[in-house]
T-cell receptor, first 113, second 114 residues
Framework: GAVVSQHPSRVICKSGTSVKIECRSLDFQATTMFWYRQFPKQSLMLMATSNEGSKATYEQGVEKDKFLINHASLTLSTLTVTSAHPEDSSFYIC?????????FGPGTRLTVT | AQSVTQLGSHVSVSEGALVLLRCNYSSSVPPYLFWYVQYPNQGLQLLLKYTSAATLVKGINGFEAEFKKSETSFHLTKPSAHMSDAAEYFCAVSEGSGTYKYIFGTGTRLKVLA
């Protein structure tokens, strides 16, 4: 099956700094990718839809200036958490559709100290 | 608007017993429905999906689910639980073909007792 990777798998950063998370579709092209956020023991909440060659679409309540999304190519989307704060600590998961299915990355655990 | 409700945030079964995880959905259009499994600190793995074909859907690892329109349900079952089935399970709904925005339920943590 198709594979979606994320890098890094874990990151710890200091409050006020920015951190970038990469999402790659390894063996297929994806004009659209999705970013989810998952708090401990909770479900996945869709944050935004990443569109190759155009602006991302953010879900209601998600700050677009804080969570910057860039879909640089047909195989890469990045999520940058700007001026991170402890409340941004979470598990971030991306996904990419191909055919009739959607494939999820392994997730990135962000801890802001 | 679509929504998914998973009854029971935690379910415990004995090894070898029947697994039943409940999912009810709300959708104004014929839905596509999915069950995913998540192991600790990992992404989601697709167990099975309903896409308006057969109402009884068979998935990986011995899991299956039945789409019941009259009950707006898509419960996940497995005849005999294995220790390796212990994980978090998520039900999700989308608005059908070509729509990849999924709405996830709150998840059910399955514990398998020896």
């Amino acid at each position: 099956g198709a594979v979606v990777s994320q890098h890094p798998s874990r990151v710890i950063c200091k409050s006020g700094t920015s951190v970038k998370i990469e999402c790659r579709s390894l063996d297929f092209q994806a004009t659209t990718m999705f970013w989810y956020r998952q708090f401990p023991k909770q479900s996945l909440m869709l944050m935004a839809t990443s569109n190759e060659g155009s602006k991302a679409t953010y879900e209601q309540g998600v700050e677009k200036d804080k969570f910057l999304i860039n879909h640089a190519s047909l195989t890469l989307s990045t999520l940058t958490v700007t001026s991170a704060h402890p409340e941004d600590s979470s598990f971030y998961i991306c996904s990419a559709p191909t055919g009739s299915e959607q494939y999820f990355g392994p997730g990135t655990r962000l801890t802001v100290t | 608007a679509q929504s998914v409700t998973q009854l029971g945030s935690h379910v415990s079964v004995s090894e070898g017993a029947l697994v039943l995880l409940r999912c009810n959905y709300s959708s104004s259009v014929p839905p596509y429905l999915f069950w995913y499994v998540q192991y600790p600190n990992q992404g989601l793995q697709l167990l099975l999906k309903y896409t308006s074909a057969a109402t009884l859907v068979k998935g990986i690892n011995g899991f299956e689910a039945e789409f019941k329109k009259s009950e707006t349900s898509f419960h996940l079952t497995k005849p005999s639980a294995h220790m390796s089935d212990a994980a978090e399970y998520f039900c999700a709904v989308s608005e059908g073909s070509g729509t990849y925005k999924y709405i996830f339920g709150t998840g059910t943590r399955l514990k398998v007792l020896a």
